[in-house]
């Protein structure tokens, strides 16, 4: 496609359940990045998918946290138990993998725990 | 430590008049800047990024920044603002040696006043 996409574009879920976020990076990016967006606040790095390699989990908050990659193409979020301090807009990002190339953005996923 | 700092929260500027946002930034060895903006309720959109070469570097929007080694800065700038650039704009930075991760700042809320 021409550009990043995530969905669903809005979940609302209760406290304790699983929710699974999905990105479509842009074609032919190898590299993919997830970012949590705490209302008012900056961008926190999740985790980075370089090609075949080991993802890059350091910034997942717990263990309920965890991400998969096929390939170079589709990624799933997964959070299992969810807590209030989970509701963030979720963003995924693709770039090229080189150093210098920009990353860009999908419209991001806004979850809401009730 | 890697790091980002945007002093300002936000910046207020009546429309038509030149603006700044300011970005300041810690790493150890030379850095790639980039400039993120994000209009209310959508992901983030590339504005334009400072690799090597000229320290000007003009972007999406009629914005520009420059980069500025002994200050460690990279601040955003346009010469005649449009209330359409109200925004939020986030800064961030890559370490070269690093390798792949963007260290982001905070972020600056731009409101440009009719």
């Known amino acids: 496609g021409a550009g990043v996409s995530q969905s669903p574009s809005n979940k609302v879920t209760e406290k304790g359940k699983d929710v699974e976020l999905r990105c479509d990076p842009i074609s032919g990016h190898t590299a993919l990045y997830w970012y949590r967006q705490r209302l008012g606040q900056g961008l926190e790095f999740l985790i980075y998918f370089q090609g075949n390699s080991a993802p890059d989990k350091s910034g997942l908050p717990s263990d309920r946290f965890s991400a998969e990659r096929t390939g170079e193409s589709v990624s799933t979020l997964t959070i299992q138990r969810t807590q209030q301090e989970d509701s963030a807009v979720y963003l995924c990002?693709?770039?090229?993998?080189?150093?210098?190339?920009?990353?860009?953005f999908g419209p991001g996923t806004r979850l809401l725990v009730l | 430590a890697q790091s980002v700092a945007q002093p300002e929260d936000q910046v207020n500027v009546a429309e038509g008049n030149p603006l700044t946002v300011k970005c300041t930034y810690s790493?150890?060895?030379?850095?790639?800047l980039f400039w993120y903006v994000q209009y209310p309720n959508r992901g983030l959109q590339f504005l334009l990024k400072?690799?090597?070469?000229d320290n000007l570097v003009k972007g999406s929007y009629g914005f520009e920044a420059e980069f500025n080694k002994s200050q460690t800065s990279f601040h955003l700038k346009k010469p005649s603002a449009l209330v359409s650039d109200s925004a939020l704009y986030f800064c961030?930075?890559?370490?070269?040696?690093?390798?792949?991760?963007?260290?982001w700042g905070a972020g600056t809320k731009l409101i440009i006043k009719p």
């Open positions: 790493v150890s060895g030379n850095p790639y």
């Open positions: 961030a930075v890559r370490d070269i040696q690093r390798g792949y991760q963007l260290i």
């Open positions: 400072y690799i090597t070469g």
């Open positions: 990002a693709s770039s090229s993998g080189q150093a210098q190339e920009t990353q860009y």
